[in-house]
């Protein structure tokens, strides 16, 4: 298995950056891998985010970074002989669950997982997130905890700003990285 994982806060461009670069390396996309073990079919996800809603009201963060981690045994075992690229994965979940006490959780998961090939974080400024999502706030500091993630447990990474770029620039960038490993 060879494992792409994209990153990025909400709205910056990670679904359709997953789609173009699977389409273009010839590699599975997956998204939610837990929403295949509680939804009826490939394209529901209600049952999923009915879950994950609940276990996000959860205040205790070694719990989220374990149902988030769980989706990551799943989905390495259901895609053991695939190449997959991923929309989110454990820098997402660090940033949201990862706390000084539960970082063994985090190593854990990276000994039983290992890591991915490259994990790409895509960011981009207030006007470009304030463009794509309206409703949401622009400061989201998710990037910079991935970062930080992907440094303190040596995954090789990149950070791609997407302001002003097309979605085909920002697979043309990731592609030129990607032949360079």
């Known amino acids: ?23 273009r390396l010839g590699f599975f996309f997956v998204e939610k891998p837990l929403h295949l073990l509680f939804d009826k079919t490939e394209e529901s996800f209600e049952e999923y985010i009915r879950i994950r809603d609940q276990v996000n009201r959860n205040p205790n963060r070694d719990f989220t970074a374990l149902f988030y981690g769980l989706g990551s045994l799943y989905l ?34 990276l000994k039983k997982l290992g890591r991915p090939r490259l994990t790409v974080i895509l960011t981009g400024n207030e006007q470009t997130v304030i463009e794509r999502l309206k409703s949401r706030d622009p400061n989201d500091s998710d990037s910079e905890r991935m970062i930080f993630f992907c440094e303190k447990f040596a995954l090789p990474y990149v950070v791609i700003d997407t302001s002003d770029l097309t979605p085909d620039e920002v697979v043309d960038k990731i592609l030129n990285i990607w032949e360079t490993i």
């Open 1 to 23: 298995m060879v494992h792409l994982s994209i990153e990025g806060m909400d709205g910056i461009g990670k679904s359709t950056t997953c789609k173009l670069l699977a389409k």
């Open 76 to 109: 390495y075992e259901m895609y053991k002989d695939q190449n997959i690229i991923t929309d989110r994965h454990l820098a997402s979940n660090y940033a949201w669950s990862g706390t000084e006490t539960n970082e063994d959780v985090y190593e854990l998961l």
